[in-house]
């Protein structure tokens, strides 16, 4: 079957979709965005967390084509929909991630560090702010829950500003991470809120 | 496999009359896994999403109808006043992406004796309305449970609506696992005072076949309320009262031994939050509802 969707703020449509297929499975295997990873298959890692029309789910618990005309953001698309979040445009108005370029990606710390204002709009954004915040707290190790956690967090500070740590460890409560013990995680949420909060504190809103 | 999308409550009730296999999917957090895991493979799965009634719920002069597709996160943040029990539960439900997905239509259809809202459901007093195109029926959740992994459903019917009756006194949920998070209950407890009928119901979870009331428990403390005028004087429930509650509660399961627990231990655990449980909502019912016990931040430690 045929599923038509939005992905990271681009219409996309998903041709010979099988129809117990999952949204994992069509995000990694047919278009070519493996940044949401593929562990237990049964919900109970968070590995795939992505955002279902702004809600954090299991992408391998939802069918394919429970998807359709629906706006679906992976770990890819993050930074994007983190500056357009901020200069107050809905998910996709300000050009989206083009896919092509998400899958060109690769980890540059230089180019991290230029920031997003280098990148044209519609491109590579450089790193959101809870990204950057996993790379200085040393909340990544082998990296394999990251993108998850990464979605889960950027939409706990998304909804909760200043959380508490309460909070954190309750909207992390379903992401697995068997490296790190957790503490740089939840040390890299609090950093990302913080920075969050001095940039809003800064322009005044 | 084919995948039906139907646009309408009318056409849900249609596809599945004509293909009575279909499995419908809503949240899709059980029947995704029994796909993925190969332990499936339905001909027909009924996508239920775009079905607008079903996500949506009412709150009523004594009951809150609540669409079978809403889910766990909605009942947790809106519902909590009205359906205290059922808040409680499903915030141990899986983890916030499960529970922004699953719902208790999805409990109900799967009907695992495992499942975290049938206690809190069986505590409250509910009616499940299920429809086919040749009608609609109210069936009481008592009933609702037919065996392990078995309901009441007709293969051409759907759960429509779940009428749960809203709290007119305290209630309480609690669960044995092995973290707070992420995990399937070694067995669950749930009761609510109804000081209007002056009556005490419970629900039982992963205990026996199916989730269930324990009447006898039920029956004893009732009489043995109303015998020392305890609803009148909202005096502390003495010891005797409290442990022959729990005996009876721990005789009313049937449980197995499993992975997650043994059957002698289930017993035991059941007892002792049957015990703890009817401490925190009788001291809420004494302080007059202000108990110190509420539903944020999650179901207490038994």
Request: net charge negative; glycine share 12%; hydrophobic share 40%.
């Amino acid at each position: 079957m045929r599923v038509n969707f939005r992905v990271n703020g681009r219409p996309h449509e998903a041709d010979d979709v099988w129809e117990g297929e999952s949204l994992l499975y069509v995000l990694r295997e047919r278009m070519g965005l493996p940044g949401s990873k593929n562990a237990c298959e049964q919900g109970e890692c968070g590995s795939c967390t992505v955002r279902l029309d702004g809600v954090p789910v299991c992408a391998c618990l939802v069918a394919a084509g429970q998807c359709e005309g629906r706006e679906v953001v992976t770990v890819e698309g993050l930074a994007d929909y983190a500056r357009d979040r901020a200069a107050g445009c809905a998910a996709g108005a300000c050009g989206g991630t083009n896919p092509d370029a998400a899958q060109r990606w690769r980890a540059d710390p230089g180019k991290a560090a230029q920031g997003a204002a280098d990148s044209p709009a519609g491109e590579h954004a450089g790193l959101s702010t809870i990204q950057q915040a996993f790379i200085d707290a040393g909340a990544v190790q082998c990296g394999f829950c990251t993108p998850g956690l990464l979605v889960a967090a950027d939409e706990l500070i998304e909804r909760v500003p200043q959380p508490s740590d309460a909070d954190i460890r309750e909207a992390l409560s379903g992401n697995l991470c068997r490296c790190t013990g957790y503490e740089k995680i939840l040390d890299a949420v609090r950093l990302a809120a913080a920075r969050e909060e001095s940039q809003t504190a800064g322009t005044g809103a | 496999m084919d995948f039906l999308r139907p646009a309408s409550w009318e056409e849900a009730l249609a596809a599945k009359a004509e293909h009575p296999t279909a499995v419908p999917i809503a949240g899709g957090t059980d029947v995704m896994v029994e796909i993925n895991f190969d332990h499936r493979r339905p001909a027909y799965l009924l996508d239920l999403n775009r079905v607008a009634e079903l996500h949506a719920y009412e709150v009523g002069e004594e009951n809150v109808r609540l669409g079978a597709s809403v889910p766990y996160t909605r009942i947790i943040e809106d519902l909590r006043t009205e359906l205290p029990g059922l808040a409680l539960a499903g915030h141990t439900v899986g983890s916030p992406q499960i529970r922004n997905r699953g719902s208790v239509g999805g409990n109900l259809g799967a009907a695992s004796p495992a499942g975290d809202s049938h206690p809190a459901l069986l505590a409250a007093g509910t009616e499940i309305e299920v429809a086919s195109v040749r009608g609609t029926r109210f069936i009481p959740v008592e009933e609702f449970y037919t065996g392990v992994k078995r309901n009441a459903l007709e293969p051409d019917e759907l759960i429509k609506t779940v009428h749960i009756k809203k709290a007119s006194g305290p209630q309480q949920f609690s669960k044995v696992g092995t973290r707070n998070a992420m995990v399937i209950a070694v067995c669950a407890f749930g009761i609510a005072l109804h000081p209007e009928t002056r009556t005490v119901r419970t629900g039982i979870g992963s205990a026996a076949p199916t989730p269930l009331r324990a009447t006898a428990a039920e029956e004893f403390l009732d009489a043995a309320l109303a015998e020392g005028g305890f609803w009148e004087s909202g005096k502390t429930i003495t010891p005797s009262i409290a442990r022959q509650f729990a005996e009876l509660v721990s005789g009313a399961c049937n449980p197995i031994d499993d992975v997650r627990g043994s059957a002698r231990y289930r017993r035991h655990a059941v007892g002792i939050m049957a015990r703890r449980t009817l401490g925190w909502t009788w001291d809420e019912y004494r302080s007059g509802g202000r108990g110190a016990r509420s539903t944020e931040g999650g179901a207490q430690c038994a």
